[in-house]
């Protein structure tokens, strides 16, 4: 069973930067495609970035398209999600998620994945 655990999280200005870190643990790491949601208030949890097993293969929401840039390192059991030019409707709890690659389930769908995070608080004031 994976665990993860995000990290990063914070209080910044609209147009500061985060990295947003998750790390997992018990499993194997490089056999799951990794995701982050995010949940602001009153609102439904949304897709924000994926990446696939390998590292080869990214997605992100046209909301955070060209600020936000996941990546990963299977060898630190890590995914990150970098962003840039944060805006204060950035600010959510952020989660990591995990799926087994190859599934073929929606990426974007929050039944699709097996493991989540505790979250990480990120509050971009303006």
């Known amino acids: 069973q994976v665990q993860l655990v995000e990290s990063g999280g914070g209080l910044v200005q609209a147009g500061d930067s985060l990295r947003l870190s998750c790390a997992a643990s018990?499993?194997?790491?490089?056999?799951?495609?990794m995701t982050w949601f995010r949940q602001a208030p009153g609102k439904e949890r949304e897709f924000v970035s994926t990446?696939?097993?390998?590292?080869?293969?990214?997605a992100y929401a046209d909301s955070v398209k060209g600020r936000f840039t996941i990546s990963r390192d299977n060898a630190k059991n890590t995914v990150w999600l970098q962003m840039n030019s944060l805006k204060p409707e950035d600010t959510a709890v952020y989660y990591c998620a995990a799926k087994l690659a190859f599934q073929g389930s929606p990426i974007t769908t929050m039944t699709s994945y097996d493991y989540w995070g505790q979250g990480t608080q990120v509050t971009v004031s303006s």
């Open positions: 990446i696939n097993w390998s590292g080869g293969s990214t």
């Open positions: 018990r499993g194997h790491f490089s056999n799951y495609d």
